[in-house]
């Protein structure tokens, strides 16, 4: 793949601007987190700890909606949530590289799941055997299914994902033995998220993939990516999977500023993709749970309605403000770019949608989480 010097000089440039923003982010070593992480614990473990697990594990790949920390232990990247205002109601105030003001839906899940108040992200944390034991995060905020988007920005690809669960399963049969860690992963929940940062950064932002590839053939590269990794989770062991869709890329407050207009509409054509990604991607999953040989149930969540009625009729929902983050203008923060020492943040958390120009809050995640649990979790036969 050939990158222009033009364009990265751009993107050297738009990087250089955000690091002398963002001199010395603080960052979140694996001690503060685990204390932080045992203390919530502590705090929140009555509720979900008399209850009977409904899943062995909680096991997550994918990009910033379910990366809980991994992408602080990346030097090379600047896509981190490890400063404030993330983690703004997080307990402590820590911004453990969670990109919300707090939980994010791994947590809400493992939540709901009976299984622990937090899903911690595998690097760079002391886990407890216990807490390896019911699941972990391998995911890495702003990668995709286009091996092109990891690369891009120096993240994680959804392949070394995989290579983590490789070492955690070697973890797991350290501690419990490999007939146990079979039936750990056998009963464990699956939860992927990724692609969004496909369509939003690398085919609308830049110039490498738009000019060879019309939204259809993209769409097609992205569901070769999807399925290589579903069979590859699949071949893992993997056996109750919920894979999310695209949300409406096109109404997050940032892509309205780049697409929208002087209004700032929801921008169609990234609607549009997002539509087509979820159309062919059902289709792949159909065809892959209808293969005999392909032994993994795979359910689709639709996210698409749920956040394109938050983002459009949040008002519907007790929100006041939908087309605006909550770092700054609002308009385009996010990661290095929100940075609560050099922008205003909202005090008013719970009435926006979206706490960075990207994000949803830990509000918002929450009607999603309940939208998947009512509609699609019953799908899964925990
Ligand atoms: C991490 O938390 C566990 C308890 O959950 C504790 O035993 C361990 O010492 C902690 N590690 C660090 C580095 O704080
Ligand atoms: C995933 O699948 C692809 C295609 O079959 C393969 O090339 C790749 O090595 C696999 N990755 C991992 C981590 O197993």
Redesign the pocket.
């Known amino acids: 793949m050939m990158i222009t010097s033009r364009w990265r000089m751009l993107v050297v440039m738009v990087v250089a601007a955000a690091m002398a923003m963002a001199a010395a982010p603080a960052m979140v070593c ?2 503060d987190l ?2 932080t992480v ?1 203390a919530q614990a502590m705090q929140q473990g009555q509720g979900s700890s008399n209850k009977k697990p409904l899943v062995t594990a909680l096991i997550v790949f994918g990009d910033s909606i379910v990366d809980p920390g991994n992408n602080n232990n990346l030097p090379s990247t600047r896509m981190k949530a490890n400063h404030a205002p993330y983690g703004k109601d997080f307990a402590g105030h820590v911004a453990t590289g969670r990109f919300s003001n707090a939980l994010l839906p791994p947590d809400l899940i493992a939540q709901r799941l009976n299984l622990k108040p937090l899903l911690g992200p595998w690097l760079n944390v ?1 886990h ?1 055997p216990e807490d390896l034991l019911t699941g972990v995060s391998f995911a890495s905020g702003a990668t995709g299914f286009d091996p092109l988007t990891p690369q891009l920005v120096n993240v994680f690809t959804m392949d070394q994902e995989l290579e983590f669960f490789d070492e955690y399963r070697r973890r797991l049969v350290g501690i419990v033995g490999e007939a146990e860690t079979r039936r750990i992963i056998a009963g464990a929940f699956f939860f992927v998220v990724s692609g969004t940062d496909d369509l939003a950064n690398t085919y609308f932002m830049t110039p490498y993939r738009a000019g060879d590839y019309d939204i259809p053939a993209y769409v097609d590269l992205l569901l070769v990516g999807a399925e290589a990794f579903l069979r590859n989770a699949s071949a893992r062991g993997a056996r109750k999977m919920g894979f999310t869709g695209m949300p409406p890329i096109g109404c997050v407050p940032s892509q309205r500023t780049i697409g929208g207009g002087p209004r700032r509409r929801c921008e169609a054509r990234r609607n549009y993709a997002a539509l087509m990604y979820n159309k062919a991607l059902q289709q792949l999953i159909g065809r892959l749970n209808a293969d005999p040989t392909f032994h993994t149930l795979v359910v689709y969540f639709d996210i698409y309605d749920i956040i394109e009625e938050l983002a459009v009729h949040g008002d519907r929902w007790g929100f006041t403000e939908l087309t605006h983050g909550c770092c700054g203008s609002g308009l385009i923060e996010v990661t290095m770019l929100c940075d609560a020492r050099y922008m205003g943040v909202c005090d008013d958390v719970d009435k926006h949608v979206f706490f960075d120009s990207y994000h949803p809050t830990q509000r918002a995640y929450e009607i999603i989480v309940d939208y998947i649990f009512k509609n699609y979790v019953p799908l899964m036969h925990l």
């Open positions: 694996g001690r685990n204390q045992t002391e407890t």
